[in-house]
């Protein structure tokens, strides 16, 4: 379990640890993890990141598509929340609907889609986070002179076509999608957002760096597992020194990495840092996690052999999550050149 969780936090992790070893949304949402990050006033729990990215930790040991589709569902309501403006969009949401937010971009340099002068949405919507099963989406929109707005809207409509066979390395059961929109109704905060969306970019990278981690915990408990009682050469495989060198390297990043996702918590009610400092803080933190998280699961294929790439160790699929979650917040080489740039400003 991750080392900086809190005495108040541990309820969460423990209705985690309940999941079956295929968590599903069905079980998720039996459980209340869907509502974590849904205000008290609308009947959830009114948890912020440091919840949100306990039960994650937990939920990737098990399965990083289904963490993801839950970060999915957190990332939407957080960032739907994040302007403190009410929601007039008419009637209330019925509650245990799942919300649907776009993974693999950077919010600042994507081409969005575009809300016209009648307050109606077109375009497209790629790779959508449980865009396949959502009720709801929220995603950022291009106004006026580009500004980028939040939009929400019911994917229930005319309007919105979803192509549901996409097909992506890792993350299986994220249920990613693609959607096209056409003159889409629905409601949009009246409020701008940046294009950094520095305060949210930090909160959702903490979120990603749990889901890192856990995959990274799975893969380093499936190689030990697999050390201990694979025997070959003439005695277990824990006896090579290779193998015992490659474990102790795995437990190195692991911790690494955990210590890097202490740092992004803190640094996200440090007084001593503003926005944007806790922005890039966070997203250097994610880097270094992706990478670490990336090395460790290449290790354990390694470490198993022929057998690193077999279904049954699931080994070679934690990789290709790796790979996947770190760019669920843009493409890591776009993100290094960016924080690149801010190390040359004087």
């Given at each position: ?84 403006e009410p929601d007039d969009a008419g009637e209330p949401l019925a509650s245990g609907l ?167 918590l803190r640094a996200l009610d440090s007084p001593m840092m503003d926005a944007p400092q ?69």
């Amino acid at each position: 379990m991750i080392d900086w969780i809190e005495d108040d936090l541990a309820v969460f992790a423990a209705l985690a640890e309940q999941l079956a070893d295929a968590p599903s949304l069905s079980q998720m949402g039996a459980l209340g993890l869907a509502d974590l990050c849904v205000p008290e006033a609308e009947g959830g729990a009114g948890q912020g990141v440091p919840a949100l990215a306990c039960v994650l930790e937990v939920v990737a040991q098990s399965d990083a598509g289904i963490a993801a589709a839950l970060y999915g569902h957190g990332a939407a309501r957080l960032a739907w929340q994040a302007s403190g403006e009410p929601d007039d969009a008419g009637e209330p949401l019925a509650s245990g609907l799942w919300w649907g937010w776009p993974g693999f971009h950077d919010i600042g340099r994507h081409d969005w889609p575009h809300i016209d002068s009648e307050g109606r949405v077109s375009g497209e919507l790629q790779a959508c986070l449980l865009g396949a099963v959502a009720d709801v989406v929220v995603c950022p929109v291009q106004g006026p002179q580009g500004r980028l707005m939040l939009f929400r809207f019911s994917v229930h409509q005319p309007g919105v076509r979803r192509q549901v066979d996409v097909r992506f390395m890792g993350l299986r059961a994220a249920g990613i999608a693609h959607l096209a929109l056409d003159r889409v109704s629905g409601h949009c905060q009246r409020q701008c957002i940046d294009a950094d969306c520095g305060p949210l970019q930090a909160q959702l990278a903490v979120a990603v760096m749990a889901m890192l981690c856990g995959l990274m915990r799975a893969s380093l408990q499936t190689a030990q597992a697999y050390a201990v009682e694979r025997h070959q050469g003439g005695g277990p495989l824990l006896g090579w020194g290779e193998v015992r060198r490659l474990l102790a390297v795995q437990h190195e990043r692991l911790l690494q990495a955990q210590a890097a996702l202490s740092a992004a918590l803190r640094a996200l009610d440090s007084p001593m840092m503003d926005a944007p400092q806790r922005a890039a803080r966070a997203r250097a933190l994610l880097l270094q996690t992706g990478q670490a998280a990336t090395a460790l699961a290449m290790d354990g294929v390694q470490l198993l052999g022929g057998n690193g790439y077999m279904e049954d160790y699931a080994q070679a699929q934690r990789l290709r999550d790796a790979w996947q979650l770190q760019g669920l917040m843009g493409p890591a080489a776009q993100r290094r050149q960016d924080l690149l740039g801010l190390c040359l400003i004087d």
